[in-house]
């Protein structure tokens, strides 16, 4: 399925309304340029172990390790970034795919790292 920009509504109905195997690309983030020239790719899907920093929002420059995914969302959780809920609780904070730059890869599946070093 493809995702055509016609209107606002029809691309957030689409991505809504997506299969699962579709949501996954939806949790993509750019690379590092020393990561870029390495691979010779912009973007990589985001997964559980990559090291990422935040490069837009609230907690602009934290670095830390993808701790968990959430592909219906678009968002990651990252080690180490929390905030503290009313009755005092600490929750993970989510942040979307959009505003991470990964910094360092996970290769401990080898189809993902033949897929990256065979472009």
Partial sequence: ???????????????LQAPHHIKSKFVSAHLSKELREKYGRRS????PGDTVKVVRGDYKGV?????????????????????????????????HAS?????????????????LEGR
């Fill in 44 to 47: 990589v899907r985001v997964r």
């Fill in 1 to 15: 399925m493809r995702i055509v920009p016609y209107k606002p509504r029809t691309v957030r109905r689409a991505q």
């Fill in 63 to 95: 670095q830390g390790k993808v701790l968990k995914v959430f592909p219906e969302e678009g968002r990651v959780t990252i080690e180490g970034l929390t905030r503290e809920k009313v009755r005092g609780d600490s929750v993970p904070v989510k942040i």
């Fill in 99 to 115: 505003n991470l730059i990964v910094v360092s890869l996970n290769l401990n599946d080898k189809k993902r790292k033949e897929k």
